[in-house]
């Protein structure tokens, strides 16, 4: 008999512009003690059909199914928390700031009349690997790193020692590293519990290496499901075979190198020995490498190790409090016409337009502050890029929220291609994306580097984006670089643990080696 069962599911929102059906008719089942996973782009409705199984959908939602069943009796609202847990997907926004760690994972306790809560509460703390619980107890959200907080929302999962968890993108946020250990984590509680686990992801890799059952959803529909073994290794729809090749840890892992640098060009940037400080925190130290005209150097590390710093310091956006940056061989400081010569595109395409302007106006921006171009040449030239990045000239007159996420970062990447700068650096600049989403944008600048002679740093916590798009690496850890070289060397051949570590942690490796998990 099936932990879970879900017959026919159909959800449907009641908008102004009348009903959008978003699910239509969803089967799927989760057994004891194993793990499925809906895999799927953003809007597949995947996140929909896993808040309409517990009733969290908003009132707009109308939510009708043949059955929706736990150990065959009705899934009810009573039953979340105490039969059904669930994993929200950002920790950041997911915990309440004005309470301890302690108060939100018993909150469920309480409202179930549970007897020594605070002894329970700091033995899940200890189960979930928590350092310290006593500690922690008593700590806010603020004072622990994403990947204890994502503990936190697991512990308070758990409390309530539930038959099924659901756990929506619940390391989509954390660096690959972190992504193993919570997902690892998640496995030890399945096993040992006997807990089913319904897994949202769209991430096929992920699905591969911890699900025992596959449910491929498009557009609020399944296209494809079955035991993960089958579904890996024969995909029979095209989407599921274009959410496979488009993923990168698939694609890549850590076998053989894909991009050997043979440049011998032209130095554009070169960077000595930076470093930057904050009061008594050094955040950045020693940091030295250099960027051949027309190539890909990325840099790659957890949050926190200084990777961003060095890109704002490179980009002019802060002043660093030691070394030297040299573009071109003239040494860098902070200055307007540096702005010219090498521009940023930041992770998040929403929140980097300013969602007033139209895209046009976005775009052309830059043109009117630093050349003396007519309103007409730049309006000419904003078309030719949005064509430059396979956008309609006639999206010109929108505004962002008119766009989707991959659209908004093409409008970023013209923004700052329109300026001709020397050096383009990307500060994660698919890390927010679906992997399809994330492909396009990931040929659209191989393609431009082609056609233009462009030079990117590329910053980033995901190696198998770096070992696809960068000719050269800088991996760094707590400020400090690690390892440097020709990026299918280091890749082959790491000479840190550290590296060996982050190139361990990427997912996809069930995939890559052909160890399926067979669902048994």
Do not use: C, W
Not at 214 to 239: C, D, F, S, T
């Amino acid at each position: 008999m099936s932990l879970l069962n879900v017959t026919d599911l159909n959800v449907s929102y009641t908008t102004s512009s009348g009903t959008v059906q978003a699910v239509h008719g969803i089967n799927l089942t989760v057994e004891r003690g194993q793990t499925t996973a809906i895999v799927g782009e953003s809007g597949s409705g995947k996140s929909t059909s896993a808040l309409a199984i517990i009733g969290l959908l908003p009132d707009n939602a109308s939510v009708s199914a043949a059955a929706i069943t736990l150990t065959d009796q009705p899934v009810t609202p009573v039953m979340r928390g105490k039969r059904v847990g669930l994993i929200p997907q950002d920790p950041t926004n997911s915990l309440n700031p004005t309470k301890t760690i302690g108060e939100s994972v018993a909150e469920g306790l309480r409202i179930h009349d549970h007897a020594d809560v605070k002894s329970k509460v700091l033995r899940l703390l200890e189960k979930v690997g928590i350092d310290q619980p006593e500690i922690r107890y008593k700590q806010y959200p603020h004072e622990l790193s994403g990947g204890m907080n994502q503990r936190v929302l697991i512990a308070a999962a758990l409390a309530l020692e539930p038959d099924l968890l659901i756990a929506d993108e619940p390391t989509s946020a954390l660096d690959v590293t972190v992504q193993k250990v919570i997902l690892d984590l998640l496995d030890q509680m399945r096993e040992e519990l006997g807990i089913g686990i319904l897994l949202i992801t769209h991430d096929l890799a992920v699905a591969g290496d911890r699900a025992h059952r596959i449910v491929v959803m498009q557009q609020g529909a399944v296209v494809e499901e079955g035991l993960a073994a089958h579904v890996l290794a024969n995909p029979r729809q095209p989407y599921t075979q274009r959410l496979l090749a488009d993923a990168p840890s698939l694609a890549t892992g850590s076998q053989a190198p894909l991009r050997p640098s043979t440049r011998e060009e032209e130095i554009i940037l070169s960077v000595e020995n930076l470093g930057q400080v904050y009061g008594n925190f050094t955040a950045l130290e020693g940091l030295s490498f250099e960027v051949t005209r027309g190539s890909t150097h990325a840099i790659v590390g957890e949050s926190g190790s200084g990777k961003t710093t060095a890109g704002r310091a490179i980009a002019g956006l802060l002043t660093p409090s030691s070394g030297q940056i040299t573009l071109g061989g003239v040494k860098l400081k902070p200055s307007r016409a540096l702005r010219q010569k090498v521009q940023m595109v930041y992770q998040n395409p929403y929140s980097s337009l300013n969602p007033r302007q139209t895209i046009g106006k976005a775009i052309g921006e830059g043109l009117g502050n630093f050349t003396n171009l007519t309103k007409k040449q730049i309006q000419q030239r904003v078309q030719d890029y949005l064509e430059l990045v396979s956008l309609s000239p006639e999206l010109a007159n929108r505004r962002p929220r008119e766009l989707s996420g991959g659209q908004r970062q093409r409008v970023a990447i013209a923004r700052a291609l329109i300026l001709e700068p020397d050096v383009v650096v990307l500060d994660e600049a698919v890390s927010a994306l679906d992997v399809t989403v994330q492909a396009q944008i990931l040929r659209l600048l191989e393609k431009l580097q082609q056609e233009l002679g462009l030079t990117y740093l590329f910053i980033s916590h995901d190696l198998a984006v770096v070992r696809q798009i960068s000719d050269t690496v800088t991996v760094m850890s707590r400020g400090q670089q690690v390892e440097h070289g020709e990026t299918a060397h280091v890749f082959t051949n790491p000479q840190s643990d550290f590296t060996r570590t982050l190139l361990g942690a990427i997912p996809g490796a069930s995939y890559r080696h052909g160890n399926y998990n067979l669902g048994l």
